[in-house]
C-alpha cells in the first residue's frame, strides 16, 4: 500500500487534489523575476528570490501587498489598495510574459502523477495562483492530460485556506471527499484539507512562508514527491 493510500484507513484511494507552487512546480524563480521587474518600473528596490520565496502561498494580490509592505516598510494593513491595484497589473504584465521561463518540475512529480494515472486515480490542482497563469504550467509541463481539473486562486471569491475551492475540485472530479487527499506545500494546503474534512500530505522542499511545514502536523511529510508512491 503506497503512503498516501493508508491515509484513507482502509478507504479507497479515488481522488487526489495537488497545490501547485511549491509542490508540482518550483515557480519562485519566474515569479521573483516578475516582481522584481515590477517593483523596478515603479522605482522600487527588487526583493530578490529568498523574500519572494517567503511571500508565495497567499495568491498574487497578497504577493503584492507584501512586496509593498516591504519595499514602503509598512505594515500590509497599510498598503492602500490603489497602490496594490497598479504594482499588481504590472506584476501580471511581467508574469504573463515569463510563467515557465526558469519555472521547473519538481523531481519524481511526472513519474508519480503518470503511476496515478495508471490506476485511475481521479486528480485535480487547486492553487492560489489566478486560473490563467496555470493552465498555461500544466500544459508546459504535460500536467493537462493528468489533471484537466483546475481551480485557480480567482475561479472562487474565496481561496485556500478556505475548504471551498477543494470541495469544488471533488464535485468537478465527481470524487467523494471520504475517498480524497490533499497534497500541498503550505499551512493553507494543510488548513484547507483539515476544513474539508480530508487528509493532507505535505511536501518537505516547498515555501511555507520560511517556516517548517512539520510545525503545520500534516498526515504524512515526505521529502521527495515520490516517497508518496512509495509503500
Ligand atoms: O500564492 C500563489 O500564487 C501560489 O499558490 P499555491 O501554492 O496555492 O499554488
Ligand atoms: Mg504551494
Not at 495508471?118 to 504550467?137: D, H, L, W
Given at each position: 500500500?503506497?503512503?498516501?493510500?493508508?491515509?484513507?484507513?482502509?478507504?479507497?484511494?479515488?481522488?487526489?487534489?495537488?497545490?501547485?507552487?511549491?509542490?508540482?512546480?518550483?515557480?519562485?524563480?519566474?515569479?521573483?523575476?516578475?516582481?522584481?521587474?515590477?517593483?523596478?518600473?515603479?522605482?522600487?528596490?527588487?526583493?530578490?528570490?529568498?523574500?519572494?520565496?517567503?511571500?508565495?502561498?497567499?495568491?498574487?494580490?497578497?504577493?503584492?501587498?507584501?512586496?509593498?509592505?516591504?519595499?514602503?516598510?509598512?505594515?500590509?494593513?497599510?498598503v492602500?489598495?490603489?497602490?496594490?491595484?497598479?504594482?499588481?497589473?504590472?506584476?501580471?504584465?511581467?508574469?504573463?510574459?515569463?510563467?515557465?521561463?526558469?519555472?521547473?518540475?519538481?523531481?519524481?512529480?511526472?513519474?508519480?502523477?503518470?503511476?496515478?494515472?495508471?490506476?485511475?486515480?481521479?486528480?485535480?490542482?487547486?492553487?492560489?495562483?489566478?486560473?490563467?497563469?496555470?493552465?498555461?504550467?500544466?500544459?508546459?509541463?504535460?500536467?493537462?492530460?493528468?489533471?484537466?481539473?483546475?481551480?485557480?486562486?480567482?475561479?472562487?471569491?474565496?481561496?485556500?485556506?478556505?475548504?471551498a475551492?477543494?470541495?469544488?475540485?471533488c464535485?468537478?472530479?465527481?470524487?467523494?471527499?471520504?475517498?480524497?487527499?490533499?497534497?500541498?506545500?503550505?499551512?493553507?494546503?494543510?488548513?484547507?484539507?483539515?476544513?474539508?474534512?480530508?487528509?493532507?500530505?505535505?511536501?518537505?522542499?516547498?515555501?511555507?512562508?520560511?517556516?517548517?511545514?512539520?510545525?503545520?502536523?500534516?498526515d504524512?511529510?515526505?521529502?521527495?514527491?515520490?516517497?508518496?508512491?512509495?509503500?
Amino acid at each position: 500500500m503506497t503512503k498516501l493510500q493508508s491515509l484513507l484507513e482502509g478507504r479507497e484511494l479515488k481522488a487526489i487534489l495537488f497545490d501547485l507552487d511549491g509542490t508540482l512546480i518550483d515557480s519562485v524563480p519566474d515569479l521573483a523575476a516578475a516582481l522584481d521587474a515590477s517593483l523596478e518600473q515603479l522605482n522600487y528596490q527588487p526583493a530578490g528570490l529568498a523574500r519572494t520565496r517567503s511571500w508565495v502561498g497567499n495568491g498574487a494580490r497578497k504577493l503584492v501587498v507584501r512586496a509593498l509592505s516591504f519595499a514602503l516598510e509598512i505594515p500590509e494593513t497599510s498598503v492602500s489598495e490603489e497602490l496594490t491595484d497598479k504594482l499588481l497589473a504590472v506584476f501580471f504584465k511581467h508574469y504573463g510574459e515569463q510563467t515557465c521561463q526558469q519555472t521547473t518540475l519538481y523531481s519524481g512529480v511526472f513519474q508519480a502523477l503518470s503511476f496515478w494515472h495508471e490506476q485511475g486515480i481521479k486528480m485535480a490542482c487547486v492553487t492560489n495562483k489566478p486560473a490563467r497563469f496555470s493552465y498555461p504550467i500544466l500544459a508546459h509541463f504535460g500536467m493537462d492530460t493528468f489533471m484537466p481539473t483546475l481551480v485557480g486562486g480567482d475561479t472562487l471569491p474565496v481561496r485556500k485556506p478556505d475548504p471551498a475551492p477543494l470541495l469544488l475540485a471533488c464535485e468537478q472530479l465527481g470524487a467523494d471527499v471520504k475517498n480524497t487527499v490533499m497534497v500541498g506545500d503550505s499551512i493553507n494546503d494543510v488548513r484547507a484539507a483539515r476544513a474539508a474534512g480530508m487528509p493532507v500530505a505535505c511536501v518537505s522542499y516547498g515555501y511555507n512562508h520560511g517556516a517548517p511545514i512539520s510545525d503545520a502536523n500534516p498526515d504524512l511529510l515526505v521529502d521527495h514527491f515520490l516517497d508518496l508512491v512509495r509503500t
